[in-house]
């Protein structure tokens, strides 16, 4: 081993920064063998130093002055610190230096992906980013060059390990919300701010970086529609459950067959629990991709946490090191940068199944008023679900469709909540039938 050393300079020694440290120090033999020169972390950006010494930072290595950590002769920025203000001007000074970078912040790539992939092309350096979607997951890395042969058709994911440790511990443990998001929180799945988990925005940002590449196209967050399990009821579970159906935050993105246009939405959804995708439980992620040419195809790992994270962030800098990488960014014409806008299916235009509960006076001739409504938009009733009770009550009436417009079941119900014989919201959900 000749090679000089390959610089890393690092901003972030949280859950992520933590692990790639950890990973870089406790393996550095093996890597080194593997790339054929030492990777040696050389500085770390923190705003508390403090608090990085207490997550065992090598206090020699840590600085909360940016001149001084940009004065680091580094050959790699490794971005583990999130955010897109102070974060984002740190990138684009290192990408002005020509230095590769890697990261794992969804939201600066979701919302400034194609500026940032083109400025580092300018300036001969490249962005490595598979941590940023589905945490430990290396599904970035078949999008872009496993699955290069295919047009891809689909992809249905689990992306954000939080949302789907609280849906599980809900449904399966009967814990509250409250008690499961703090879990998430204290294993180190959450963001700083959780909402951005719950209410479904980092699988949004996650499902735009997939789309781009996935499509070919430029798409940011603002083109996913987005429902967050913040607003979800566990009475909706439970019915579900009744009809087969798992609950799952789903990040789905669709291209309409024979038309170049595309939908991507985030969504709580039933999945029938036959599907792999219901097996995916706690912090897990899973992605299904469906090329043209290979079929379906599906990731599964952990999609947050110390450790799977860090396994991501240092494959990146491995492949940087090895040389492999900064040649295929520079060459091909994968990244956002080099793509058209999006041409979007119109929301009222997207064809799924639905649930819908309402809540409905039992008494002769609701059902028949309620499926009128629906045969007048030719929306097909798959099937139809009420518990005995006494009579000329209110009581849940749960009904499913066959796959119909978006607009005309939101249209329907509407018009289902302005009868008579039903009281308060309509709560829709989409049923999600796999290709
Ligand atoms: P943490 O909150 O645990 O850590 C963030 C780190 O960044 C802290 O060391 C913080 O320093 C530092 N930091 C934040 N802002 C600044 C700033 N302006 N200047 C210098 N340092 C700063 O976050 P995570 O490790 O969980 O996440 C980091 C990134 O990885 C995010 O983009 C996140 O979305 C992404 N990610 C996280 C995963 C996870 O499982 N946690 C999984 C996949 C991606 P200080 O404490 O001193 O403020
Ligand atoms: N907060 C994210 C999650 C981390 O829960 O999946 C991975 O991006």
Same mark, same amino acid.
Request: hydrophobic content about 45%; some cysteine; charged content about 20%.
């Given at each position: 081993?000749?090679?000089?050393?390959?610089?890393?300079?690092?901003?972030? =020694?949280?859950?992520?920064?933590?692990?790639?440290?950890?990973?870089?120090?406790?393996?550095?033999?093996?890597?080194?063998?593997?790339?054929?020169?030492?990777?040696?972390?050389?500085?770390?950006?923190?705003?508390?130093?403090?608090?990085?010494?207490?997550?065992?930072?090598?206090?020699?290595?840590?600085?909360?002055?940016?001149?001084?950590?940009?004065?680091?002769?580094?050959?790699?920025?490794?971005?583990?610190?999130?955010?897109?203000?102070?974060?984002?001007? =740190?990138?684009?000074?290192?990408?002005?230096?020509?230095?590769?970078?890697?990261?794992?912040?969804?939201?600066?790539?979701?919302?400034?992906?194609?500026?940032?992939?083109?400025?580092?092309?300018?300036?001969?350096?490249?962005?490595?980013?598979?941590?940023?979607?589905?945490?430990?997951?290396?599904?970035?890395?078949?999008?872009?060059?496993?699955?290069?042969?295919?047009?891809?058709?689909?992809?249905?994911?689990?992306?954000?390990?939080?949302?789907?440790?609280?849906?599980?511990?809900?449904?399966?443990?009967?814990?509250?919300?409250?008690?499961?998001?703090?879990?998430?929180?204290?294993?180190?799945?959450?963001?700083?701010?959780?909402?951005?988990?719950?209410?479904?925005?980092?699988?949004?940002?996650?499902?735009?970086?997939? /789309?781009?590449?996935?499509?070919?196209?430029?798409?940011?967050?603002?083109?996913?529609?987005?429902?967050?399990?913040?607003?979800?009821?566990?009475?909706?579970?439970?019915?579900?459950?009744?009809?087969?159906?798992?609950?799952?935050?789903?990040?789905?993105?669709?291209?309409?067959?024979?038309?170049?246009?595309?939908?991507?939405?985030?969504?709580?959804?039933?999945? #029938?629990?036959?599907?792999?995708?219901?097996?995916?439980?706690?912090?897990?992620? /899973?992605?299904?991709?469906?090329?043209? /040419?290979?079929?379906?195809?599906? =990731?599964?790992?952990?999609?947050?946490?110390?450790?799977?994270?860090?396994?991501?962030?240092?494959?990146?800098?491995?492949?940087?090191?090895?040389?492999?990488?900064?040649?295929?960014?520079?060459?091909?014409?994968?990244?956002?940068?080099?793509?058209?806008?999006?041409?979007?299916?119109?929301?009222?235009?997207?064809?799924?199944?639905?649930?819908?509960?309402?809540? /409905?006076?039992?008494?002769?001739?609701?059902?028949?008023?309620?499926?009128?409504?629906?045969?007048?938009?030719?929306?097909?009733?798959?099937?139809?679900?009420? #518990?005995?009770?006494?009579?000329?009550?209110?009581?849940?009436?749960?009904?499913?469709?066959?796959?119909?417009?978006?607009?005309?079941?939101?249209?329907?119900?509407?018009?289902?909540?302005?009868?008579?014989?039903?009281?308060?919201?309509?709560?829709?959900?989409?049923?999600?039938?796999?290709?």
């Amino acid at each position: 081993m000749s090679l000089e050393p390959l610089g890393i300079g690092m901003i972030g =020694y949280g859950t992520v920064g933590s692990g790639v440290a950890a990973l870089l120090r406790d393996q550095a033999e093996l890597y080194a063998a593997r790339v054929g020169r030492p990777i040696e972390l050389r500085r770390v950006l923190v705003r508390n130093p403090a608090k990085a010494a207490a997550a065992g930072a090598d206090a020699a290595l840590v600085t909360n002055d940016p001149d001084a950590f940009f004065a680091t002769d580094m050959d790699i920025l490794v971005e583990v610190a999130g955010g897109k203000g102070v974060i984002g001007d =740190y990138v684009r000074r290192a990408l002005r230096d020509g230095v590769h970078m890697v990261t794992a912040n969804k939201s600066l790539l979701a919302a400034d992906g194609p500026e940032l992939f083109a400025l580092a092309r300018e300036h001969r350096a490249a962005i490595a980013f598979e941590a940023s979607c589905a945490g430990g997951i290396p599904c970035l890395t078949a999008l872009q060059f496993g699955l290069m042969a295919n047009r891809v058709q689909g992809l249905y994911g689990i992306l954000n390990g939080t949302c789907n440790y609280i849906l599980t511990e809900m449904t399966r443990s009967g814990k509250t919300y409250a008690d499961a998001l703090c879990e998430a929180q204290h294993k180190g799945y959450a963001e700083a701010d959780p909402t951005l988990d719950v209410s479904g925005a980092d699988a949004a940002q996650k499902l735009a970086i997939l /789309a781009s590449l996935a499509f070919g196209v430029k798409l940011d967050e603002a083109d996913v529609p987005t429902v967050g399990i913040d607003t979800l009821e566990l009475e909706d579970a439970r019915f579900g459950a009744e009809l087969g159906y798992d609950i799952k935050l789903l990040a789905i993105a669709e291209r309409t067959p024979g038309s170049d246009r595309v939908s991507a939405n985030v969504q709580p959804c039933f999945i #029938h629990r036959d599907q792999l995708l219901a097996q995916v439980t706690g912090p897990m992620n /899973a992605l299904s991709v469906y090329g043209h /040419a290979v079929g379906h195809t599906l =990731y599964y790992g952990a999609g947050a946490g110390r450790l799977p994270t860090a396994s991501a962030v240092v494959s990146d800098v491995l492949n940087l090191a090895a040389g492999w990488y900064p040649a295929a960014f520079g060459a091909m014409a994968l990244t956002p940068d080099r793509q058209p806008d999006a041409r979007l299916v119109a929301p009222a235009d997207l064809r799924s199944r639905f649930y819908l509960r309402l809540n /409905a006076l039992d008494a002769a001739g609701t059902v028949a008023q309620v499926t009128r409504v629906l045969g007048d938009r030719d929306i097909s009733i798959s099937a139809v679900l009420q #518990h005995e009770v006494d009579a000329n009550r209110f009581v849940p009436l749960v009904v499913t469709t066959h796959a119909a417009p978006h607009g005309a079941v939101e249209d329907a119900t509407a018009r289902i909540e302005a009868l008579d014989c039903v009281e308060q919201k309509v709560r829709l959900v989409r049923i999600v039938d796999m290709p």
